[in-house]
Antibody, heavy 124, light 109 residues
Framework: EMQLLESGGGLVQPGGSLRLSCAAS????????MTWIRQAPGKGLEWVST?????????YYADSVKGRFTISRDNSKDTLYLQMSSLRAEDTALYYC????????????????WGRGTVVTVSS | EIVLTQSPATLSLSPGERATLSCRAS??????LAWYQQKPGQAPRLFIY???NRAAGIPARFSGSGSGTDFTLTISSLEPEDFAVYYC???????????FGGGTKVEIK
């Protein structure tokens, strides 16, 4: 069964840092682009960042996190990461990792597998 | 940046009724649009992709239509498990960006 499992969330003070992890299983992780999506309490979905299959093909960020967050992956460990620094109250959210689907070898841009999320709370 | 506007924000219907959800894009996205369902305490799930294609395992009562800037998700006859929040998402800017609509909550009347 394909699965994504996020971890690393928690309570952090404004200006602090946190690293989220997303462990993948049940599929060939290295073949898929991956993304982070967040959802603030009671709000909708917000794209955070996307990384290509090997990382070297590109990493992309929402303007709201650019320069503060870094996405990375370790294909040998089937794990996606999100390093978050200079955290702000408005970064408080449930953070999901999600897999980008493929049409044979072409990424679809649609999110066909999601994890259950990990909660990040930024507060003093 | 393409903005997606969903309407209505809330749809109050009874089981067995037909639900019609709208998603409007600020500029054309062709048919590069998906719909997701999210139930309380759960992650979103892909339901429709490329505007009108059902994802694996999605019941036939769900259908998507539209192209360009106007899209519709229709649930032909609501089942109890269909009451949830639905989001549209466009991929025209991918990988540089993904955009979601604000969501439509389908609630039991």
């Amino acid at each position: 069964e394909m699965q994504l499992l996020e971890s690393g969330g928690g309570l952090v003070q404004p200006g602090g840092s946190l690293r989220l992890s997303c462990a993948a299983s049940g599929f060939t992780f290295s073949s898929y682009a991956m993304t982070w999506i967040r959802q603030a309490p009671g709000k909708g979905l917000e794209w955070v960042s996307t990384i290509s299959v090997n990382g070297g093909g590109g990493a992309y960020y929402a303007d709201s996190v650019k320069g503060r967050f870094t996405i990375s992956r370790d294909n040998s460990k089937d794990t996606l990461y999100l390093q978050m620094s200079s955290l702000r109250a408005e970064d408080t959210a449930l953070y999901y990792c999600a897999k980008i689907g493929l049409w044979t070898t072409v990424p679809t841009g649609y999110l066909d597998l999601w994890g259950r999320g990990t909660v990040v709370t930024v507060s003093s | 940046e393409i903005v997606l506007t969903q309407s209505p924000a809330t749809l109050s219907l009874s089981p067995g009724e037909r639900a019609t959800l709208s998603c409007r894009a600020s500029q054309s996205v062709s048919t590069s649009l998906a719909w997701y369902q999210q139930k309380p305490g759960q992650a979103p799930r892909l339901f429709i992709y490329d505007a009108s294609n059902r994802a694996a395992g999605i019941p036939a009562r769900f259908s998507g239509s539209g192209s360009g800037t106007d899209f519709t998700l229709t649930i032909s006859s609501l089942e109890p498990e269909d009451f949830a929040v639905y989001y549209c998402q466009q991929r025209t800017d991918w990988p540089q960006a993904l955009t979601f609509g604000g969501g439509t909550k389908v609630e039991i009347k």
